[in-house]
């Protein structure tokens, strides 16, 4: 028969007794060898290749169990018969069905570097990785069940403790409902909304897009009001007519505006006067860089009409995707009512996991650790923008979030910028109905600072301002 030698890596993250099954089996299929051969015995193979006598019994007992090979007592392990064709099909099904087929396709580190900048230094996966595998070993029973239609009420429970410690929003864990992202929990809101007779919905101007789509989707009319450095503009909202306004009082996006505390009670008086319901997204207000954090529009509520709505995306890992909103009593009866006809969309498995991160104390330690982190990104890029871009890029809003709004004067679109900083992994978005301050030959952009590491700052940005500066031809030198 045709000896049997493969080569076997110690590298390549397989098993070797997996590696050699494999070589056995291919040489099976392609007919190398053949039928009622004789293979080599256990302790030869294992003495010819090197290998302990337990890998090469591993191998063995795999292609038995598979029928490649069969044993005959006293005599040893002979080659079965295989239909013809068998090896096509095999090799087909091995692509789908093989551990080791993922190999290739499974992102890689240098995958990560090539689609753009990303900062290991921001989130510590070991401290989840632990609160991970006590979930696995201690609360695995809880896996076998589906999930509450709410959100598992163990998160549930560390949410409305730390919204109340940290924002001042005061609920009960039935007040909570939890979503894979502000998407989704924006659509399951659109349903409460219609329920209570809500159909129309202003929104900010610039504001987040996405939300606004799914209002329109979901059939409402949609009216829009212009963010000031005070937030939305109170005196655009509809009279007489019962409505919703979607605002992010904190960190307003992409402005970064806040809005001050008298600006804050008369939307609340707006809402109660006209029988309607404040959507507070309380986007990234824990990341706040100068002074403390300021107070969630919800906990100065005493008329139940503010929905607030938070989101671990930004202080923990964008894939996260663990978002939830607060509802005021009366709106979390009406979720009650339909909640059945919904399934939880969130991972059981990372909801129990981030209850006992938080439980632990690692969420909050975290925040710290990022606003660190994130306020001396947000130094270097301002030092970084003056030096090598002074009257080119001018920071509008650098307060607080893991971006910041600037203007760009090059004569280019916003879209062309934009473009021209994914060429080099840096992430910003096109803002064109923002022109406040702004000279007509400057566009707009949010810039996502938050993912270039420290080390790479200077780097970073001196490439993409020369990018930016091309058709000028201008050049940087230290």
Sequence with gaps: MKAIIPSLSQ????????QLYQYIKNSVLDGSVKPEEKLPSLRRLSKDLGLSLTTVELAYNQLLVEGYIYSRPQSGYFVNQISAGMGTIQRDYDFFAEDHSLLPILPTNSDAKSVGYYDPSCFDFIKWKKCINQVLTEYSWALLKEGDPKGEI??????SRYVYQARGVTCTPSQIVIGAGTQQITGQLC??????GIKHVTVEEPGYLPVRNIFRDRDFAITTAAVGKEGIQISKLPANIKSAVYV????????????PIGKRYELLEWATKNDSIIIEDDYDSELRYFGKPIPSLQGLDHHQRVVYLGSFSSTLFPSIKISYMVLPPHMAEIFDTFQGDYTQTCSKTEQLTLAIYMAKGLYQTNIKKLRTLYSQKLQAVLS??????????QPINSSSGINMLIGVRSGKT????????AALGISTLPITTYTETLPGDTAALIFYYNQIPLKDMESALKELILKWQSDKHTSLTS
């Design 11 to 18: 590298e390549s993250g397989i098993p070797l007794y997996h």
């Design 154 to 159: 163990a998160l549930r429970k560390e949410i």
């Design 191 to 196: 349903t409460i909304l219609t329920k209570m």
């Design 248 to 259: 992010s009082p904190s960190n307003q996006f992409p402005t970064g505006y806040v809005m």
């Design 384 to 393: 970084i923008f003056a030096k090598w871009g002074a009257g080119f890029i």
């Design 414 to 421: 916003a879209a062309a910028l934009c473009g021209e900083a």
